[in-house]
């Protein structure tokens, strides 16, 4: 079946440096899947970040972006200079038809702790 | 905007024992979803509900029932809950049930089973 693998956490930066995220996927059922970031702030529902529906295109939100990478099938966060409130888990996910009708996989999240 | 509240917040539980968690959204969203999430795993899907009296059964539906009687209700209940078992159940909502489509979560019930 489909899976998303993202980087293992915890990571820890400190305020001001740059930082990614890497989440590469395997689509089995569909050959351009739709990708997607979420994250769960501390005391916060899970909730959307950013989503790209086309291959090539690069998806942004609150100073990240991920661009899909149809050729190495990955869907990399990056933010150039993060901030404390960044802090938050961050998961990669996929839409998947494979079953007939879609739902999301997810990865396994990416604990991200800014150090002030 | 909108809010999805799931009750309880916490859920103890002994082995064996049937138990129900219960989701509210005053979104008007037609999609609704139970996922489980395991300790540093990623979300499992166990039911969704694609309009009222709806049920679609995700990778993860066995020792689990779910039931959407209203259009801003999604129940799941665990039909024996098993020893030492620990997970956080998080049920969403979207407007269709798309694959762009965005999902909104609620806060998670987390579960533990004595």
């Given at each position: 079946g489909d899976s998303v693998t993202q980087t293992?956490?915890?990571?820890?930066?400190?305020?001001?440096?740059?930082?990614i995220i890497n989440c590469t996927y395997s689509a089995t059922s569909i050959a351009y899947p739709n990708l997607f970031w979420y994250v769960r702030y501390p005391g916060e529902g899970l909730q959307l970040l950013l989503k790209v529906i086309t291959a090539g295109q690069k998806g942004s939100s609150r100073g990240f972006e991920a661009t899909y990478n149809k050729e190495t099938t990955s869907f990399h966060l990056q933010k150039a200079s993060v901030q404390e409130s960044d802090s938050a888990v961050y998961y990669?996910?996929?839409?998947?038809?494979?079953s007939g009708s879609w739902?999301?996989?997810f990865g396994s999240g990416t604990q991200l702790t800014v150090m002030p | 905007?909108?809010?999805?509240?799931?009750?309880p917040k916490?859920?103890?539980g002994q082995e064996g024992q049937k138990l129900t968690l219960k989701c509210q959204q005053n979104f008007n969203h037609d999609t609704m979803y139970w996922y489980r999430?395991?300790?540093g795993k990623g979300l499992r899907l166990i039911y969704y509900s694609i309009t009222e009296n709806d049920l679609q059964k995700g990778d993860l539906s066995e020792g689990y029932d779910a039931s959407r009687e209203k259009k801003s209700s999604f129940s799941l209940t665990v039909t024996s809950a098993q020893?030492?078992?620990m997970a956080v159940f998080l049920c969403a909502s979207s407007i269709e049930t798309f694959p762009n489509e965005r999902l909104f979560f609620g806060h998670g019930t987390k579960l533990s089973v004595l």
């Open positions: 293992e956490g915890p990571v820890t930066v400190s305020e001001s440096e740059s930082l990669c996910a996929l839409g998947d038809g494979s739902q999301l996989i | 905007g909108g809010i999805i509240t799931q009750t916490f859920l103890i999430q395991d300790s020893k030492n078992e």
